[in-house]
């Protein structure tokens, strides 16, 4: 089971950046998908997250209206579209895949048993 970020990079606040993770060795189907972040001196923060159907979603108070979540089963990919960003946003982003066992996916880090390598999102002028 591997997973692999990409589409981090450094952006002027109020621009946009769509991350991706590519999953391979295992069927994503079956698994709910979470992204993470975690910035320097802070604890790991659950972003956002999609159920394996896509039928639920959850975003945190702070990425809200500006982030949007969403996965390609037939490409084995997660996206992560980020616009407005700022400058609170810098971080690195992580995505997690947990086997679904319910309808709803999670944002706590610790339901999720595998994790990708992560990529850098800054956000700077």
């Known amino acids: 089971l591997q997973l692999v970020e990409s589409g981090g990079g450094l952006v002027q606040p109020g621009g946009s950046l769509r991350l991706s993770c590519a999953a391979s060795g295992f069927t994503l189907d079956y698994y709910d998908i979470g992204w993470f972040r975690q910035a320097p001196g802070k604890e790991r923060e659950g972003v956002s997250c999609?159920?394996?159907?896509?039928?639920?979603?959850y975003y945190a108070d702070s990425v809200k209206g500006r982030f949007t979540i969403s996965r390609d089963n037939a490409k084995s990919t997660v996206y992560l579209q980020m616009n407005s960003l700022k400058p609170e946003d810098t971080a690195v982003y992580y995505c997690?895949?947990?086997?679904?066992?319910?309808?709803?996916?999670?944002?706590?880090?610790?339901?999720?048993?595998?994790w990708g390598q992560g990529t850098q999102v800054t956000v700077s002028s």
């Open positions: 999609i159920s394996r159907s896509a039928s639920r979603t």
């Open positions: 997690a895949v947990r086997l679904s066992t319910r309808s709803y996916c999670s944002a706590d880090a610790m339901d999720y048993p595998s």
